[in-house]
């Protein structure tokens, strides 16, 4: 439970996702505060609308910001795929231009081209994520030399969501993209996993890869951007409180929640249910 004097860092997600992330931020910054909040109950965000994505994101961002964060990330692809920009350049000078939101593309992209020796890089993410084009648009903003290859992998979240990711439906599926994506490009050297759920299936991913293809851990690139943003941006990491104190919040029941958010956690938590709007 968060002290009423705190200023944690908000992590955003759709539902369970955004917790692989959090686990690399708890990990590189411990010394924060983290409050978790995952829109189980509209969940999953992937084969909505901009609009939906849009408002969904932004009335949890807005919640974040009410309970105190100065900083919220958006740990889920499709939020920050369909939702960040609007949230950057028309809501926050708005609503409080001293706050601060940040996407998990940006970071992924930026690392995704030090890492490709082909210059040929594949996405897997939700169809959201793949259709808004928000990958191919930055990768080729700031490596104009790479070719992107995309494949949507619609059924990677419900499995991971159901507590199928170790079971043969998962084989099916996570083959079946996979040779989706690479009859694209024999060339693809490195992949995006660009959805928060998607390392949960890694055990199974990699068993499909060929050993020589590196797999960017979405989670720990954005833990050390955070890092390097809050090394440069020093009044927002003062701004942020240092008690090592979680809180997780869900619109769903909190009970699953907790449940499943442990093995994405790896740690046992205490979810709390809030209603917005
Ligand atoms: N975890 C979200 C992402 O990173 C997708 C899950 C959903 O479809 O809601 O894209």
Not at 247 to 256: H, K, R, S, V
Request: hydrophobic fraction near 40%; charge should be neutral; glycine fraction near 8%.
């Amino acid at each position: 439970m968060l002290s009423a004097s705190s200023a944690p860092i908000g992590v955003f997600d759709s539902g369970y996702g955004g917790l692989t992330v959090l686990k690399e931020l708890l990990q590189h910054l411990p010394q924060y505060d983290y409050l978790y909040l995952g829109d189980n109950a509209r969940t999953p965000y992937g084969t909505r609308s901009y609009q939906t994505v849009y408002e969904f994101t932004f009335e949890c961002v807005r919640y974040l910001f009410d309970a105190g964060c100065p900083l919220v990330i958006l740990a889920c692809n499709t939020a920050s795929a369909k939702a960040l920009r609007t949230i950057q350049q028309h809501d926050l000078p708005l609503l409080d231009a001293s706050k601060r939101v940040l996407g998990v593309i940006r970071p992924s992209v930026e690392q995704v081209g030090l890492l490709t020796k082909t210059g040929h890089v594949g996405v897997l993410g939700t169809t959201g994520t793949v259709n808004s084009e928000s990958y191919r648009l930055e990768i080729n903003k700031l490596f104009p030399s790479i070719q992107v290859f995309q494949q949507a992998c619609p059924m990677w979240v419900p499995l991971v969501e159901n507590g199928e990711y170790q079971g043969d439906g998962a084989d099916f599926f996570v083959k079946r993209d996979l040779a989706l994506l690479f009859a694209q490009s024999e060339k693809i050297d490195t992949i995006i996993l660009g959805c928060t759920h998607y390392p949960l299936l890694i055990n199974k991913i990699r068993q499909y890869l060929p050993s020589h293809i590196q797999v960017l851990s979405q989670g720990e690139v954005v833990a050390h951007s955070l890092k390097d943003y809050l090394q440069r941006h020093t009044e927002m990491a003062k701004r942020c409180s240092q008690f090592t104190q979680r809180q997780f919040l869900t619109t769903d029941n909190p009970e699953t929640f907790s449940q499943l958010a442990s093995l994405f956690l790896g740690q046992s938590i205490d979810a709390q249910k809030i209603s917005l709007g």
